[in-house]
Nanobody, 119 residues
Framework: QVLLMESGGGSVQAGGSLRLSCAAS????????MGWYRQPPGKQRDLVAS???????NYADSVKGRFTISRDSAKNTLYLQMNSLKPEDTAVYYC?????????????WGQGTQVTVSS
């Protein structure tokens, strides 16, 4: 079982910044990949950014150059630094982790954290 808990959401004006954190209950080095997803009101949940165990990073086109995903293995924490926020970034942001371990194989989700960007 892998537990993920997000924090750092909130309300900010357009152009502002927020940093999201995702604390994992296991060593994040044991996870095959981790990522951030977001779900705007009434819309589907989409990938924002991901990072593999090997360090490969992928961003959605809409956040390239503004968001940065990173991790601290010593703290078992994933981060998402969000700069130059836009109203269209408003969504619930979810942390995701994929475990390839035989006794915990699968995708795991945090409970989500709300990000609201006002114009």
């Amino acid at each position: 079982q892998v537990l993920l808990m997000e924090s750092g959401g909130g309300s900010v004006q357009a152009g502002g910044s927020l940093r999201l954190s995702c604390a994992a209950s296991v060593s994040i080095s044991s996870l095959g990949a981790m990522g951030w997803y977001r779900q705007p009101p009434g819309k589907q949940r989409d990938l924002v950014a991901s990072i593999t165990r090997g360090g490969s990073i992928n961003y959605a086109d809409s956040v390239k150059g503004r968001f940065t995903i990173s991790r601290d293995s010593a703290k078992n924490t994933l981060y998402l630094q969000m700069n130059s926020l836009k109203p269209e970034d408003t969504a619930v942001y979810y942390c995701n982790g994929w475990s390839p371990e035989p006794n915990s194989r699968g995708h795991y989700w945090g409970q989500g954290t709300q990000v609201t960007v006002s114009s």
